[in-house]
């Protein structure tokens, strides 16, 4: 009977979905930029177990800063703290209150100007953290997912992934391999508290920060595997300042020029799953626009990803420079942000522990 069963299951869904293949798909094809060879970069280290340091405890920072001394983080279980740079020690730790409808706060973005540190969640809120307190400057009850933030003067830009005006309880990783170009800019004036739409039309605008010249803002465009200048001013994209080795999450200025990119999804040939959904559009519609496989999307990471990588690029945006994972290493497929600190660096991911690198 079970048996019976499982066929006439099985039999319904492959017939389900071969009905739905050959539907026309509302999504369009589209045009990805070929895939880098990482082959071709001369400089290439690939990480030890002796080069790394774990930070036991510290789940999920996604964006680091110094603060007051402290290695500055977020955590997947919603706590903002702070840990020793040397000792690697967490000193403190402050829990982040639920944001609009109840979204737990998930800290995705962190900078600091001057003595202000400022952060956003995934629950569409920009805030200011200062004495153990936050204030928050800005909720949006129209964002679907901020995830990073820079600050210029007296205007704070910040990256909002999606839009969940459709209504679609789908996953993160459904939207982003979706192409759906929903993201948005948005600027804040500190000043006035005045809020507006910079840019939009991008495809899961993900890390952000000022281009060398301090005139325009240089976005990672996620789900099309390239980073972006856009007007400060007009919000007008200026140019593809760099094709990616993935989908790169934080971008941030490094010590020496040019800047770093942690790389939450490797991609390096062509066989990738982008290429075969951006290339088939009708099978790209059924898995990414269903709840019903937001599941399947949950395994991709861990059973599709590269080795995890993080890497520099000149301020003409090419790469000088690739730092090579390994999950059994680093226990992590996704690098988010690297934060330099002397002769070290500190790695974030949205999946594991922080960890520091010794490269001297």
Same mark, same amino acid.
């Given at each position: 009977m079970?048996k019976?069963?499982?066929?006439i299951?099985?039999?319904s869904t492959i017939?389900?979905l071969a009905?739905?293949l050959?539907?026309?798909s509302p999504l369009?094809a589209i045009?990805?930029?070929?895939p880098?060879?990482i082959s071709n970069i001369?400089n290439i280290?690939?990480l030890t177990s002796?080069?790394v340091? *774990?930070?036991?405890g510290v %789940?999920?920072?996604e964006s680091?800063?110094?603060y007051?001394?402290?290695i500055v983080?977020?955590?997947?279980d919603?706590?903002l703290v702070?840990v020793?740079?040397?000792s690697l020690?967490?000193?403190?730790?402050v829990?982040?209150?639920v944001?609009y409808?109840?979204r737990p706060?998930?800290i995705?973005g962190?900078?600091?100007v001057g003595e202000?540190?400022f952060?956003?969640?995934l629950g569409g %809120?920009?805030?200011?953290?200062?004495?153990g307190?936050?204030e928050?400057?800005?909720t949006?009850?129209?964002?679907?997912?901020?995830?990073?933030l820079? *600050?210029?003067?007296?205007?704070v830009?910040l990256?909002?992934?999606?839009?969940?005006?459709?209504g @679609? @309880?789908?996953?993160?990783?459904?939207?982003?391999?979706?192409?759906?170009p929903?993201?948005?800019?948005?600027?804040?004036?500190i000043?006035?508290?005045?809020?507006?739409?910079?840019?939009?039309?991008?495809?899961?605008?993900?890390?952000?920060?000022?281009?060398s010249s301090?005139?325009s803002l240089? *976005?990672?465009?996620?789900s099309?595997y390239?980073?972006?200048e856009?007007?400060?001013k007009?919000g007008e994209?200026?140019?593809?300042f760099? %094709?990616?080795?993935?989908?790169?999450?934080n971008i941030?200025r490094?010590?020496?020029?040019?800047y770093c990119?942690?790389?939450?999804?490797?991609?390096?040939t062509?066989?990738?799953?982008?290429?075969l959904?951006?290339?088939?559009?009708?099978?790209r519609?059924?898995?990414?626009?269903?709840?019903?496989f937001?599941?399947l999307f949950?395994?991709?990471?861990?059973l599709?990803?590269?080795q995890?990588?993080?890497? @520099?690029v000149d301020?003409t945006g090419?790469?000088?420079?690739?730092v090579?994972g390994?999950r %059994?290493?680093?226990?992590t497929?996704a690098?988010s942000?690297?934060?330099?600190v002397g002769?070290?660096?500190f790695v974030g991911?949205?999946?594991?522990?922080?960890?520091?690198?010794?490269?001297?």
């Amino acid at each position: 009977m079970i048996k019976k069963l499982l066929l006439i299951l099985t039999s319904s869904t492959i017939g389900l979905l071969a009905i739905l293949l050959y539907q026309p798909s509302p999504l369009p094809a589209i045009s990805l930029p070929p895939p880098l060879n990482i082959s071709n970069i001369p400089n290439i280290l690939h990480l030890t177990s002796d080069m790394v340091d *774990v930070v036991s405890g510290v %789940r999920g920072g996604e964006s680091l800063v110094r603060y007051q001394g402290d290695i500055v983080t977020g955590t997947l279980d919603g706590y903002l703290v702070g840990v020793d740079p040397d000792s690697l020690e967490v000193k403190w730790r402050v829990k982040c209150p639920v944001g609009y409808q109840g979204r737990p706060c998930r800290i995705l973005g962190l900078r600091v100007v001057g003595e202000e540190l400022f952060g956003v969640d995934l629950g569409g %809120r920009l805030f200011k953290f200062q004495s153990g307190k936050f204030e928050w400057l800005f909720t949006s009850d129209t964002a679907g997912f901020f995830n990073d933030l820079v *600050v210029h003067q007296d205007m704070v830009y910040l990256t909002d992934s999606y839009s969940p005006k459709d209504g @679609k @309880k789908l996953s993160m990783l459904q939207r982003f391999y979706s192409f759906n170009p929903d993201g948005r800019i948005l600027s804040y004036n500190i000043t006035s508290k005045q809020v507006s739409v910079l840019a939009d039309t991008l495809y899961i605008p993900n890390g952000i920060e000022l281009h060398s010249s301090n005139r325009s803002l240089l *976005v990672s465009e996620g789900s099309m595997y390239r980073i972006l200048e856009i007007d400060m001013k007009s919000g007008e994209t200026l140019s593809v300042f760099s %094709r990616t080795l993935g989908a790169v999450d934080n971008i941030r200025r490094s010590n020496e020029g040019g800047y770093c990119l942690g790389v939450s999804t490797g991609r390096t040939t062509s066989h990738h799953l982008s290429d075969l959904l951006a290339q088939h559009p009708r099978l790209r519609y059924i898995l990414t626009q269903h709840p019903l496989f937001a599941p399947l999307f949950s395994l991709f990471p861990r059973l599709l990803a590269e080795q995890p990588r993080f890497y @520099k690029v000149d301020n003409t945006g090419v790469i000088s420079s690739v730092v090579v994972g390994d999950r %059994r290493v680093t226990d992590t497929v996704a690098f988010s942000e690297v934060l330099q600190v002397g002769g070290s660096f500190f790695v974030g991911s949205p999946f594991s522990n922080l960890f520091r690198v010794k490269l001297e």
